[in-house]
Structures are given as C-alpha cells and as structure tokens.
C-alpha cells in the first residue's frame, strides 16, 4: 500500500511539474490557466488531467492543433513514479521515500530544462532549496545538522569549481551549475554531498571525452552539466553515505 501511494504521488508530482514546465524558465505567472500544447496553448482538456492517459490516447499529439506533444508530458510523470518508487525501496519508509522522490523527479525536471533549454532555472532550483531547508528534519537517516553543513559545503564546492572553470572559457561551468549543486547538498546532506558532485563531474568528464572522441562535439561546444549532476545527486541520495563509508573505511 504504502509503494502504490509513492508510486500515484510520483505520477502526480511529474504531471504537475509537465503542465508548468514551459514557464519555468520564461516570465509568464506560474499561477496562469494551463495548458497541455505549447503551440496553440488552448486550455486544459479534461483529457489531459490525467497523467499519461491523454497523452496516450492522442498518440502525443495535441487534439486542438495537430503538434506534437513535449516528450515531457510522458517523461516527468513515468519518470516520477520510478523514481517515487525508488526512494520509497532505497529508504524503506513512507516519509523518506516521499520525501526523495519529489526531489529526485525535481532533479529530473531540471535535467530535462538544461537538455531542452541550457538552463536550470531559478523558478524551480531557489523554492527546491528553501524546500529542503524547511524539510530538514524530515529525512529518516540525516540530522538537521548534516543538511545545513552539506549546503554549506556544497557552496564552497561549487564557487571553487566556477573559479577552476574560467581558464576554460565561459560556458565550461555556470552560476546555474553552482545553484544546483547548492541544492544537491541542501537534499543529500554531509558527507553525501561529495559523493554527489564527485559522480556527476566525473560522469560529465567521461561524456565529454567520449563526444569530442566521436567528434560529436567539439572542446568549444556547449556541453550540459545539469543531467550529470542530477545523476549524482540520484547516486548520492539513495547510496550516498554507504559509498563514502566504504571508502573511508
């Protein structure tokens, strides 16, 4: 019972995060009417309230205009559900995986926004960050304590990595990098944290290496960090601790 309830709160959480996934990253009030199609943004049919179920009864196309569906609109809710579920295994507590899951389908969310847009916007990464503070307390296996240190730390992380990056040209790591892995180390606290940047940077390195390898991207080309860094903090929440302690012994 309590897998089925992290399972249609995943669902939930990822739909939810779909309908507003066009504005985070412009001006427009989040509070607004919503839409299911980005092209002719009519008002919500009843048929897309539901998650997945409109998106696959139109075969992702909107039923107004004919365009194609975002991949986001089965992406986030599918995405969610597992990751819901994961969380709820990985914990093994109803709060906890609640609680781990919304952040990781918040860290899928914003995966997807680095991939569609370059961008992890502040729209979602500043209330996530003041939402893991508020819910500090809340994390079954982390003490206050270590959520407010692994912000900290995760602060001196990042601007250490954006100083590092600036021989490389602008581009290589940005503020919005630097804000995300905040965030990691206000969700997975201290030491996890480390573990979290620790895999998506080097993730981030083997991918590039590869596509500049393949001659898919060049050294000069834009290459997103944010999904490498969600990867991490994925790692870092559900196994975090367990890998530091094995390798400090």
């Known amino acids: 019972m309590e897998l089925l309830i992290c399972v249609l709160a995943g669902l939930l959480t990822g739909h939810v995060l779909d309908l507003t996934f066009a504005r985070l990253y412009t001006e427009e009030s989040l509070s607004g009417p919503l839409f299911r199609c980005r092209e002719c943004r009519r008002p919500l049919r009843a048929i897309y309230v539901l998650p997945v179920l409109g998106y696959a009864l139109t075969r992702g196309h909107c039923r107004d205009c ?5 991949m986001s609109a089965f992406v986030l809710p599918i995405g969610g559900a597992m990751l819901f579920a994961a969380s709820f295994f990985a914990f093994d507590d109803l709060a906890g995986g609640l609680l781990g899951g919304f952040f990781c389908t918040v860290f899928l969310t914003l995966t ?4 569609e847009r370059r961008l992890l916007p502040n729209r ?3 209330p996530s960050i003041l939402l893991a503070i508020g819910l500090s307390w809340a994390w079954p296996d982390s003490s206050i304590v270590d959520v407010l240190a692994g912000g900290l730390v995760a ?3 990042g601007v250490t990595l954006l100083l590092l990056s600036l021989p490389f040209g602008r581009g290589a790591f940005g503020m919005g990098d630097v804000k995300m892995i905040v965030l990691i180390g206000f969700v997975v606290g201290l030491p996890s944290v480390a573990v979290g ?5 080097l993730a981030a390195a083997a ?3 590869v596509l500049i390898a393949l001659r898919i991207r060049s050294r000069t080309d834009y290459i997103p960090h944010g999904p490498f860094l969600a990867l991490g903090a994925v790692v870092a929440l559900f196994w975090g601790a ?3 302690h094995a390798y400090t012994g």
Not at 66 to 70: C, D, E
Not at 112 to 115: G, Q
Not at 197 to 201: E, K, L
């Open 124 to 126: 979602l990464v500043y």
């Open 207 to 209: 991918a590039a290496v």
């Open 155 to 157: 602060v001196a992380i």
């Open 112 to 115: 997807l926004t680095d991939l």
């Open 242 to 244: 367990d890998i530091w």
């Open 66 to 70: 004919g365009a194609p569906l975002p």
């Open 197 to 201: 940047v620790f895999v998506g940077t």
